[in-house]
């Protein structure tokens, strides 16, 4: 099974409110990662998990938080959602540690703030 | 800053002719180069991936060609299908370390009949 799970699949929320997006995988992957997708727009690395080490890009560090409380689920949150969180959030998985490992896509979450 | 670029956007090509997706990449330190198709409604996954030590890898009808020189790379799809109607993302990345993909923005191919 190479399946990726991310829930919900739709998420509407209020500007100033927090978001929590959630993604699993039993592949027993090493390596979870969170993209941004907005329309038009390439898919953006957020962030992403090696075992319990977090590593987050330096433009979107103070706006996302992430939590990995075991190897199979992943968190992605946002404390306080602006009009520009609006987006596509696919989450993906990879067996190695190393950058060539295929990367496995989750459904996505779409998030609409209001 | 795009790192990687992508060419054209969207693509129409008929069923039995070859459609040319092109690519080209910024950071020398790239050294795995992923190409991921996305079919509507459903997720990335991949396709093909070439890394730099050879200049073309094929895998059925698909074939990538790779110009370390020129930092470009391009993906061949021979006898088209119109179930090869997908958005297409080249992606990049470097390192014998965990890191993230970095994405193009992707070409639309729409196959005919």
């Known amino acids: 099974d190479t399946t990726v799970k991310q829930n919900p699949r739709y998420k509407l929320a209020r500007v100033g409110k927090p978001v929590n997006l959630i993604c699993s995988q039993t592949m027993n992957h090493d390596t979870m990662y969170w993209y941004q997708k907005k329309p038009n727009q390439a898919p953006k690395l957020l962030l992403f998990?090696?075992?319990?080490?977090?590593?987050r890009e330096a433009d979107t560090f103070e706006k996302f938080q992430s939590s990995r409380p075991n190897n199979s689920f992943c968190s992605l949150y946002i404390g306080s959602a602006g009009l520009e969180y609006s987006a596509m959030y696919l989450c993906?998985?990879?067996?190695?540690?190393?950058?060539?490992?295929?990367?496995?896509f989750g459904p996505g979450t779409r998030l609409t703030v209001l | 800053q795009q790192q990687v670029r992508q060419s054209p956007q969207s693509l129409t090509v008929w069923e039995g002719e070859t459609a040319i997706l092109n690519c080209s990449y910024e950071?020398?330190?790239?050294?795995?180069f992923p190409w991921y198709w996305q079919f509507p409604r459903e997720s990335p996954a991949l396709l093909i991936a070439i890394r730099p030590v050879s200049n073309k890898k094929e895998d059925g009808r698909f074939t990538i060609f790779f110009n370390k020189r020129e930092k470009k790379l391009s993906l061949h799809i021979t006898d088209s299908q119109p179930g090869d109607s997908a958005t297409y993302f080249c992606?990049?990345?470097?390192?014998?370390?965990?890191?993230?993909?970095?994405f193009g923005l992707g070409t639309r191919v729409s196959v005919f009949p």
């Open positions: 950071d020398s330190t790239f050294d795995y």
């Open positions: 993906a998985s990879s067996r190695d540690g190393d950058s060539y490992a295929e990367q496995f």
């Open positions: 992606a990049a990345s470097g390192g014998n370390y965990a890191q993230g993909l970095t």
């Open positions: 998990y090696y075992d319990k080490i977090l590593n």
